[in-house]
């Protein structure tokens, strides 16, 4: 598909559906619809691309225009409104369901959406929440999309559409403030198949063979973006998740014949943690695991028990394809944080904190673009209605991408942490990421995460917010059982002068940790006495 490439990924819908008609397109397991199906949904792109003609033509008659946002799950109706909306030129907005009230009204108002479809269970909700807001806004269920009339939603006709035309607005979290709206193009979800079915290596898309199972949201450019696009583009299923649910993830697996799967650190983590099984060899079954952020400690383990690789890669919602890099080549550095070479076509430089290139074998900041005449091509088009941000994240002409990263001696690069996540104590910089990998496998923690707090003599000091096992006991003990172990596996400087106990941490739709509101979280617990202060304990190793 990518001598000829369609304009947008509606079109790519539409060219794989004249290709494979009766391939699967998307199935949703019985064990991630249940609550609303009694049996399990399997489109085939013959019948996916009927639903979307038939809703376009929906939207084509109610006139609709500007950018509608989308509260419809990881749902079939999410892929059939989208592609229906982007036939017409109208962008959209996806929003997790699962985002509390309050923060809603930024999404809408900032992004200036001008209808919400959601479900019939959402919409109660939703017009309490749009009741707030300053303009009213239409709120459509799924079930009253059929009855659209033109004064149901503003506008009058569909614009025109190319490969540069709006597809998505996407917010990225940030650390600070509120959430950076980013701007994608057709072309970006474009370049992103493109990407993914020219991989190779371990990862060598077989046309209209492979099954790809993803558990994470929607309103993220993994799944939206990534995997759909994958499937799309080379005839492939989508094997669409609700959410990531442990107890019958192995089963969906075997049940839906996936081949292939998308996860998050946090997946490999919890699946390890399950009792062993005499099935856990899925070797003549998965072929691959794309993803980030497997804990070191994690890796080896989980690709010798599960018996498939998991690949690393780094991207970020802004690069696209762009600056997207993977591991999916031998060698692969298992186990050490490790996401591949980049690739030929991208240009990319490692700086320090002046912005001066580092030697090979330092961290540094990584910093990206696209090699030729256009730096941008497969990146974002810039952040919504902040000029200023998007300068910034292109200064000096290449794409800042705040993640610290070394290059290794066979020009691999292994990543070390975000740059906002370095810890810096007594002129050392310590990575957050590997205090938290070195700990992952303490019997008494079920998570942790490394943060700082202001010390008075050393800037910074390490703290250390855990979340124990069942029946551990929430005592200094256990603290300092936990800092033993770390001063086992780490340099004394590294290992946490504070430890506090929690029930639960602050975790994102897609069940990354929120760092900002933790950090916050850990400096009042130490601030009002919350947390045991081993800062005493930190001391060298005596010299042989």
Same mark, same amino acid.
């Given at each position: 598909?990518?001598?000829?490439?369609?304009?947008?990924?509606?079109?790519?819908?539409?060219?794989?559906a004249?290709?494979?008609p009766?391939?699967?397109?998307? @199935?949703?397991?019985?064990?991630?619809?249940?609550?609303?199906?009694?049996?399990?949904?399997?489109?085939? &792109?013959?019948?996916?691309?009927?639903?979307?003609?038939?809703?376009?033509e929906?939207?084509?008659?109610?006139?609709?225009?500007?950018?509608?946002?989308?509260?419809?799950?990881?749902?079939?109706e999410?892929?059939?409104?989208?592609l229906?909306?982007?036939?017409?030129?109208?962008?959209?907005?996806?929003?997790?369901?699962?985002?509390?009230?309050?923060?809603?009204? &930024?999404?809408?108002?900032?992004?200036?959406?001008?209808?919400? +479809?959601?479900?019939?269970? @959402?919409?109660?909700?939703?017009?309490?929440?749009?009741?707030?807001?300053?303009?009213?806004?239409?709120?459509?269920?799924?079930?009253?999309?059929?009855?659209?009339?033109?004064?149901?939603?503003?506008?009058?006709?569909e614009?025109?559409?190319?490969?540069?035309?709006?597809?998505?607005?996407?917010?990225?979290?940030?650390?600070?403030?509120?959430?950076?709206?980013?701007?994608?193009?057709?072309d970006? !979800?474009?370049?992103q198949?493109?990407?993914?079915?020219?991989?190779?290596?371990?990862?060598?898309?077989?046309?209209?063979r #492979?099954?790809?199972l993803?558990?994470?949201?929607?309103?993220?450019?993994?799944?939206?973006?990534?995997?759909?696009m994958?499937?799309?583009?080379?005839g492939g299923?989508?094997?669409?998740?609700?959410?990531? @649910?442990?107890?019958?993830?192995?089963?969906?697996?075997r049940d839906?014949?996936a081949?292939?799967?998308?996860?998050?650190g946090?997946?490999?983590?919890?699946?390890?943690?399950l009792?062993?099984?005499?099935?856990?060899? !899925?070797?003549?079954?998965?072929?691959?695991?794309?993803?980030?952020?497997?804990n070191?400690? @994690?890796?080896?383990?989980? #690709?010798?028990?599960?018996?498939?690789?998991?690949?690393e890669?780094?991207?970020?919602? =802004?690069?696209? /394809?762009?600056?997207?890099?993977?591991?999916?080549?031998?060698? *692969?550095?298992?186990?050490?944080?490790?996401?591949?070479?980049?690739?030929?076509?991208?240009?990319?430089?490692?700086?320090?904190?002046?912005?001066?290139?580092?030697e090979?074998?330092?961290?540094?900041?990584?910093?990206?673009?696209? *090699?030729?005449?256009?730096?941008?091509?497969?990146? !974002?088009?810039? &952040?919504?209605? %902040?000029?200023?941000?998007?300068?910034?994240?292109?200064?000096?002409?290449?794409?800042?991408?705040?993640?610290?990263?070394?290059?290794?001696?066979?020009?691999?690069?292994?990543?070390?942490?975000?740059?906002?996540?370095?810890? *810096?104590?007594?002129?050392?910089?310590?990575?957050?990421? #590997?205090?938290?990998?070195?700990?992952?496998?303490h019997?008494?923690?079920?998570?942790?995460?490394?943060?700082?707090?202001s010390? =008075?003599?050393?800037?910074d000091?390490?703290?250390?917010?855990?979340? +124990?096992?069942?029946?551990?006991?929430? %005592?200094?003990d256990?603290?300092?059982?936990?800092?033993?172990?770390?001063?086992?596996?780490?340099?004394?400087?590294?290992?946490?002068?504070?430890?506090?106990?929690?029930?639960?941490?602050?975790?994102?739709?897609? %069940?990354?940790p929120?760092?900002?509101?933790?950090k916050?979280?850990?400096?009042?617990?130490?601030? %009002?006495g919350?947390?045991?202060? +081993?800062? /005493?304990?930190?001391?060298?190793?005596?010299?042989?």
């Open positions: 598909m990518t001598e000829m490439l369609p304009e947008s990924p509606r079109d790519v819908l539409a060219l794989t004249t290709r494979f009766n391939h699967d397109a998307l @199935h949703i397991p019985i064990s991630a619809c249940q609550h609303y199906s009694s049996q399990e949904i399997t489109l085939s &792109y013959s019948e996916l691309d009927a639903a979307v003609s038939q809703a376009t929906v939207w084509r008659q109610a006139g609709v225009a500007g950018r509608v946002a989308l509260m419809l799950e990881n749902r079939p999410f892929f059939v409104q989208w229906a909306l982007n036939a017409l030129g109208i962008s959209v907005i996806p929003i997790n369901h699962e985002m509390p009230d309050a923060e809603i009204p &930024y999404y809408l108002e900032h992004g200036e959406a001008t209808a919400v +479809l959601t479900l019939g269970a @959402h919409r109660t909700r939703l017009m309490n929440v749009i009741a707030s807001l300053t303009k009213s806004i239409p709120v459509i269920t799924q079930d009253e999309v059929s009855t659209l009339k033109l004064a149901d939603v503003p506008g009058i006709t614009t025109t559409t190319d490969s540069n035309s709006e597809c998505a607005l996407l917010y990225t979290s940030g650390s600070t403030g509120k959430p950076k709206g980013c701007l994608l193009n057709n970006y !979800f474009l370049q198949g493109v990407w993914y079915q020219n991989l190779g290596g371990h990862i060598d898309l077989r046309e209209g #492979e099954r790809l993803t558990p994470l949201p929607l309103s993220h450019m993994n799944a939206m973006s990534v995997s759909t994958a499937m799309f583009m080379t299923c989508l094997i669409q998740l609700d959410r990531f @649910h442990p107890g019958t993830w192995w089963q969906s697996l839906s014949k081949t292939a799967i998308h996860y998050l946090v997946l490999p983590a919890i699946l390890l943690a009792p062993e099984d005499s099935q856990d060899d !899925f070797s003549t079954q998965i072929r691959f695991g794309f993803g980030a952020g497997v070191p400690a @994690h890796h080896e383990r989980f #690709e010798k028990r599960f018996g498939f690789p998991l690949i890669a780094w991207a970020m919602t =802004e690069c696209g /394809a762009g600056g997207a890099i993977i591991a999916c080549d031998e060698p *692969r550095h298992v186990g050490h944080c490790c996401f591949g070479k980049p690739p030929e076509a991208m240009e990319w430089q490692l700086v320090d904190e002046q912005k001066l290139p580092v090979k074998g330092r961290p540094g900041e990584l910093r990206v673009r696209a *090699r030729g005449p256009n730096p941008q091509k497969g990146y !974002f088009s810039g &952040y919504l209605k %902040n000029a200023e941000a998007t300068a910034d994240a292109w200064a000096d002409g290449w794409l800042n991408t705040g993640d610290v990263v070394v290059e290794l001696e066979d020009g691999n690069l292994a990543f070390v942490d975000r740059r906002k996540n370095i810890i *810096r104590r007594s002129g050392e910089n310590i990575s957050a990421l #590997e205090i938290e990998a070195a700990l992952g496998d019997p008494a923690i079920k998570s942790a995460i490394a943060t700082a707090v010390d =008075e003599i050393r800037g000091e390490v703290a250390l917010c855990v979340i +124990l096992n069942t029946a551990v006991p929430n %005592n200094l256990t603290a300092r059982a936990i800092q033993a172990i770390a001063l086992e596996k780490l340099v004394y400087f590294k290992a946490p002068g504070w430890i506090l106990f929690a029930e639960t941490l602050p975790v994102t739709a897609a %069940n990354k929120k760092r900002a509101d933790i916050q979280y850990a400096k009042t617990r130490v601030s %009002n919350e947390a045991y202060d +081993l800062r /005493a304990y930190k001391t060298r190793r005596k010299p042989a």
